[in-house]
Nanobody, 125 residues
Framework: QVQLVESGGGLVQAGDSLRLSCAAS????????VGWFRQAPGKQREFVAG????????YYRDVVKGRSTISVSYDQNTVYLQMNSLEPGDTAVYYC??????????????????WGQGTQVTVSS
């Protein structure tokens, strides 16, 4: 079993930055990738970015590409999502999840086996 804990969300103004953290514990050898997703009220959960654990290869959704960076700290078993130039449209609960799928499938919620509880990001205009 894998446990995931997200942190780092908050209330910020448009143009600000945030760094979200996803700390993994438990059987971390059972997954090969971590993805960040977000879910706004009344909308489906959507992919933001993913990272392959063994080599750090990354995959981004177009709408955040250039504004976000996903990275991993192997010492701390933590995946980070640095988000810059935040916009009101980025307001959502942000979740991280683990997957054993290939990188090309990281945008699909169906391939994720474990999820954290989420962290709220609110961007005011």
């Amino acid at each position: 079993q894998v446990q995931l804990v997200e942190s780092g969300g908050g209330l910020v103004q448009a143009g600000d930055s945030l760094r979200l953290s996803c700390a993994a514990s438990g059987r971390t050898v059972t997954f090969n990738g971590v993805g960040w997703f977000r879910q706004a009220p009344g909308k489906q959960r959507e992919f933001v970015a993913g990272i392959r654990w063994n080599d750090g290869m990354t995959y981004y959704r177009d709408v955040v590409k250039g504004r976000s960076t996903i990275s991993v700290s192997y010492d701390q078993n933590t995946v980070y999502l640095q988000m810059n130039s935040l916009e009101p449209g980025d307001t959502a609960v942000y979740y991280c999840g683990t997957t054993r799928a290939a990188l090309v499938y990281y945008s699909l919620t169906s391939v994720y086996e474990h999820w954290g509880q989420g962290t709220q990001v609110t961007v005011s205009s």
